[in-house]
């Protein structure tokens, strides 16, 4: 079984007349986290949707499991136990919390059939979500539908989260909610990737991390070297953790 769970080799990404991604070159460690760093316009949400195949990579490789997934469609990814919650969280508002978890719960045809014990494990770590079972997902504060787009993500087992800025807008309260379900998720063995511009949140949770700058990956390394190193932050990152 090799190390990485996700490989991606010389990455280049075009969207219309756009060269987004310059040949990104990451590695994601199975059962770990690992943080996608950068500035704003660095290519980290594209990167995220390239390996999910919503934008296809026009030159390199990705390999999932040791498996080229390159030229995918996104619902064959998907089918591998892939998931992603993208920085708009794609909430259906009009649904009820439980029918937007029942459209992600692909085994299930009605709430009756979904895992139970999975549900109860996703009610601990998301109480918002129980609570809100029956109300329209719309009515939820931003937090709220934060936590339902990451329970969707995994009403059923994933093998690797995609995750952009999960953090994005949130009060430090759910911000540390946020923190101890990821923690528990990686503790379960999920592989995670994720893109987050709150460092303390990256300081706290990430084992590797990876810097995109212009397209292209600047750094690679462990999240704790970075975060102890305040020169090198401020080189890639232009802040202080």
């Known amino acids: 079984m090799k190390a990485n769970l996700l490989e991606l080799s010389g990455v280049h990404t075009h969207i219309g007349a756009y060269h987004i991604l310059h040949g990104v070159d990451l590695s994601v460690p199975r059962g770990k986290l690992t943080m996608l760093l950068g500035r704003n316009g660095a290519g980290k949400t ?21 498996r080229d ?3 995918l469609a996104t619902p064959e990814i998907a089918s591998m136990n ?3 919650v993208p920085e708009s969280m794609g909430i259906f508002a009009d649904l009820t919390v439980q029918e937007n978890m029942l459209l992600a719960a692909r085994s299930a045809r009605n709430a009756a059939q979904m895992d139970e014990a999975r549900l109860k494990w996703i009610f601990s770590l998301f109480p918002a979500v129980e609570k809100f ?11 709220q539908k934060q936590m339902l787009a990451v329970a969707r993500a995994i ?4 093998e690797l989260l995609l995750i952009d800025e999960p953090s994005k807008g949130l009060a430090p ?3 540390n909610n946020m923190i101890d379900a990821f923690a528990q998720l990686k503790a379960s063995g999920v592989t995670i990737l994720l893109v987050e511009q709150n460092i303390n949140f990256a300081k706290r949770l990430g084992d ?4 995109m700058d212009n397209g292209v990956v600047v750094h690679a390394g462990s999240m704790k070297e970075l975060a102890e190193d305040g020169a090198l ?4 990152l232009g802040l202080a953790i």
């Open 46 to 66: 594209t990167t995220l949707r390239t390996i999910m195949g919503l934008w296809r990579a026009s030159q390199g490789a990705i390999a999932f499991n040791g």
């Open 82 to 84: 892939v998931a992603y």
């Open 233 to 236: 932050q401020h080189s890639l």
């Open 173 to 175: 309260a759910i911000i």
């Open 155 to 158: 009403v059923e087992p994933r």
């Open 133 to 143: 079972w029956n109300h329209p997902a719309g009515k939820l504060s931003g937090g």
């Open 208 to 211: 590797s991390v990876a810097v």
């Open 69 to 71: 997934i390159t030229s």
